[in-house]
């Protein structure tokens, strides 16, 4: 049942380069889509979030891009370095006036290394 | 700081024991999450709770339960353990509202069934 998908499993990529994470969601009964951020030995941490009703959010080397027709964002982050090296999860929300408001569910993560 | 706190970072049981996970969160959260994190499947929702004594069930509720007797607290209870419930546990909290997306996570349980 997993209704948001994330590619690719796993990511090595230079210092300095971009690292791209993508997702790709089933239903139209979300409404906010935030990104986290896993370190081994730790709980996801919130990096950023979108909502639908904006293409693009910026936050330092970390952006999020979001088409809604069809129903897929990406993580870019710019500039990689060796400390962002950890698990990423893309989510998604369930609408707000809906049952499952308060829902939230996951991808299946990505494992980027950044190589010094 | 905000925390959120389970209550074991580590558990070894046999199957068949009844097990609990306690999760407590100090920022007077509504809502609360109990996930399980496998290696390729990312983190699945087993239930949450929008408010004392309220529940619903995740995508995976088989085999757990869930108390919330205070706002502050959320617990996970496996009646009966089996070896295919071995994982990472993760309890989280979010705030009603805009907010409610924004998770805030324990360190986890990471449980161990032989």
């Known amino acids: 049942q997993q209704q948001v998908k994330q590619s690719p499993q796993s990511l090595i990529v230079q210092k300095g380069g971009i690292s791209i994470i993508n997702c790709a969601y089933e239903n139209t009964a979300f409404d906010y889509f935030p990104w986290y951020q896993q370190f081994p030995g730790k709980g996801p941490a919130l990096l950023i979030a979108?909502?639908?009703?904006?293409s693009e959010k910026k936050e330092g080397r970390f952006t999020i891009s979001f088409n809604k027709s069809a129903k897929q964002f990406s993580l870019h982050i710019m500039d990689s370095q060796p400390g962002d090296s950890a698990t990423y999860f893309c989510a998604a929300k369930g609408r707000a006036g809906y049952s499952s408001a308060s829902k939230i569910i996951f991808g299946s993560g990505t494992r980027l290394s950044i190589r010094p | 700081d905000v925390k959120v706190t389970q209550s074991s970072r580590y558990l070894v049981k046999r199957t068949g024991e009844k097990v609990f996970l306690e999760c407590v969160q100090d920022m007077d959260h509504e809502n609360m999450f109990w996930y399980r994190q496998d290696p390729g499947l990312g983190l699945r929702l087993i239930y949450f709770s929008y408010d004392v004594k309220m529940k619903e069930k995740g995508d995976i509720p088989e085999g757990y339960s869930v108390s919330r007797e205070k706002k502050e607290r959320f617990s996970l209870i496996l009646e009966s353990a089996s070896t295919n419930q071995t994982s990472m546990y993760l309890c989280?909290?979010?705030?009603?509202?805009?907010?409610?997306?924004?998770?805030?996570f324990g360190e986890g349980s990471r449980l161990t069934v032989l």
């Open positions: 989280a909290s979010s705030s009603a509202g805009p907010r409610t997306g924004e998770l805030f």
């Open positions: 979108i909502r639908p009703d904006v």
